[in-house]
């Protein structure tokens, strides 16, 4: 086996606290909060005390400043545990991060240390009915009125959208404007014309609250805005890498938790006189998914070195993003295939896992949105242009 050399001595005893957490307060209770579609905020305040949130939050903001390999073991143990409806991820890598990047001082101090605590929970609103990866076509708009903005529009597939105490929220301050028309703000979810739609009913991850959110003339201080009016889209444009990054570390370490499953159970289980791994077929099967995870497994943690450095470069991201997605949704079938009808059978974690895994196509850029991303460069390194249309000149 390759031996994973990005983490260090301290990773590891923090993943094996990690995976206690797991254990004790998650995996016993996971399958009542995929019927109930939500989980209890007490975890969340559960997850702070044992410093399982916004790991890399420095401390002069509550959090334990340190480095992102420890928010990647959070990560991978939830993960691994087959525990899809927490929303750490959504709340530590990208609405903390948004915060640390782009937030004021008062800002930072006003939601970090909560965060940090699971206090207040954050979500991000980008997506909505008509606009998915195409952020420039939002229609949310965000007018001035003195020193006040009034929001008004609606969001959709929203994690975290039930149980968020704000949202950072991209809107349109100038409609005539494109992609520079495109303004952060941070929405309080308390305040009056914000409201929660229905918790949506999905193919998988059903424990994780995913909603759709409305804003009827929401109105806020300017101060609440980050960054800069209209530069919204630049400021999220530099975050697409973190976040395909956390999906290629999703992805990869569900691939080798479901072989391990999948090894197991054909070990086990018998049919017509041998064992199912006595079959030539199922030992070719999971050889060449645990290649293929190997291989997923090193670009991965080559991804994460470079992310650690401030080198990770946007196609490198869509290339792991695109390859760790097909073949975990590959592996999942593969694996579910080789259970026979248990697999089919919600009881057993392959086929939740199943479920769980058609979103990540789609989730942090559509694949076809990564292909795209990666022939550009490829054309483009040869002096060529890639057309509208679709052709090379």
Same mark, same amino acid.
């Given at each position: ?21 797991v ?10 909060w ?33 480095d992102?390999l +420890? &928010?990647? @073991? ?7 545990? /087959? !525990?899809?409806?927490? =929303? *750490?991820?959504?709340?530590t890598?990208?609405?903390a ?11 930072k ?6 965060m940090?605590?699971?206090?207040a929970i ?29 929001i008004n ?5 929203i994690s975290?959208?039930q149980?968020?105490?704000?949202i950072?929220?991209?809107t ?9 028309g ?5 929405v309080?979810?308390?305040r ?5 739609g ?16 409305? +804003? &009827?003339? @929401?109105?806020i201080?300017?101060s609440?805005?980050? /960054? !800069?009016?209209g530069? =919204? *889209? ?20 569900v ?10 159970y054909?070990?086990e ?11 030539q077929?199922t030992?070719?099967k ?7 995870a ?8 080559k991804?994460?070195?470079l992310?650690m ?37 919600w ?21 076809e949105?990564m292909?795209?991303i ?20």
């Amino acid at each position: 086996m390759i031996e994973r050399t990005i983490f260090r001595e301290e990773h590891e005893i923090f993943r094996q606290t990690v995976r206690r957490f797991v254990d004790r307060e998650i995996v016993p209770f996971h399958a009542q909060w995929e019927e109930d579609g939500i989980v209890p905020r007490e975890l969340w305040l559960k997850a702070g005390a044992a410093g399982l949130l916004c790991c890399t939050v420095p401390e002069q903001y509550g959090g334990m400043g340190l480095d992102y390999l +420890f &928010d990647v @073991v959070v990560f991978e143990e939830l993960w691994r545990a /087959g !525990a899809s409806g927490p =929303g *750490f991820l959504i709340h530590t890598d990208l609405v903390a991060t948004y915060l640390l990047s782009f937030g004021s001082e008062a800002q930072k101090r006003k939601w970090l240390p909560k965060m940090v605590s699971g206090e207040a929970i954050g979500s991000l609103g980008m997506t909505e009915p008509h606009a998915g990866s195409d952020l420039k076509a939002i229609r949310t708009k965000a007018v001035r009125d003195g020193d006040e903005f009034v929001i008004n529009g609606q969001k959709v597939f929203i994690s975290n959208g039930q149980l968020c105490d704000f949202i950072v929220l991209a809107t349109k301050t100038d409609s005539q404007a494109g992609a520079k028309g495109v303004t952060l703000f941070i929405v309080e979810s308390n305040r009056p014309g914000f409201k929660r739609g229905r918790n949506l009913e999905k193919l998988g991850m059903r424990a994780q609250d995913t909603s759709e959110l409305f +804003f &009827d003339n @929401v109105r806020i201080p300017a101060s609440n805005m980050l /960054g !800069a009016e209209g530069r =919204g *889209f630049a400021q999220m444009m530099t975050k697409l890498a973190q976040e395909r990054l956390a999906q290629a570390i999703r992805s990869a370490t569900v691939t080798e938790t479901v072989i391990d499953w999948t090894l197991q159970y054909t070990a086990e289980r018998s049919a017509f006189g041998q064992k199912l791994a006595d079959f030539q077929n199922t030992q070719f099967k999971l050889a060449e998914l645990k290649t293929k995870a190997a291989v997923a497994r090193v670009f991965t943690d080559k991804c994460i070195a470079l992310f650690m450095e401030n080198k990770l470069d946007p196609v490198d991201a869509a290339m792991a993003k695109m390859f760790t997605s097909e073949l975990h949704c590959e592996t999942v079938d593969e694996c579910l295939q080789l259970f026979g009808g248990w697999g089919y059978m919600w009881e057993y974690p392959i086929a939740r896992a199943y479920a769980d895994a058609r979103v990540v196509k789609i989730a942090g850029g559509s694949i076809e949105i990564m292909k795209t991303i990666i022939a550009r460069q490829m054309y483009s390194q040869r002096g060529f242009d890639i057309q509208k249309n679709g052709s090379a000149t």
